[in-house]
């Protein structure tokens, strides 16, 4: 069977803008540097629908004093329509492939709300989305040893 995936819709779910700056009352052009971290959660909606979530918070900071200069917390979500995927492969599909559609929206509303903020635009590089769940499952089967339940890796659970 062939793969066929649809993105029915995308949407921001929660954005949080936090602009220490402006607070702080503090002037002039201070160089920032970006700490990026980003999770990524799915939930099967449907026998052929998924929500697939970016979570993506972003700190900069003056690279002179490590003063937090702004913060921006997004959560970004497209509803997938899925279908000829067997189902060993379904989790890294949502988990990977799915981000990667949805990643260039995500970079674009974390550029506007920085500028918008009165900061330069940011450009978040692109995101090695295979790279972090295979961090993830690593982690699970770390855990999963820690606690005595065997060397298996633990099956992933869409919810």
Known sequence: MRVNTRILTQY???LSFENVVARKGVTGNPQPEMQVQVSLDARKRS????????????TSKSAGTNDVLFVIELEYAGIFHIEGIPADQLHPYL???CPRITFPFVRRIVSD???DGGFP????DMIDFFGLYRNELARRVQAAKENGEGAAAPQPVIQ
């Open 121 to 124: 635009s940011v450009n978040i």
């Open 113 to 115: 709300v920085a500028r």
């Open 95 to 97: 988990l990977v492939e």
């Open 47 to 58: 026998e052929t629908q998924y929500e697939v979530i970016t979570k993506l918070n972003l």
């Open 12 to 14: 921001v779910r929660d």
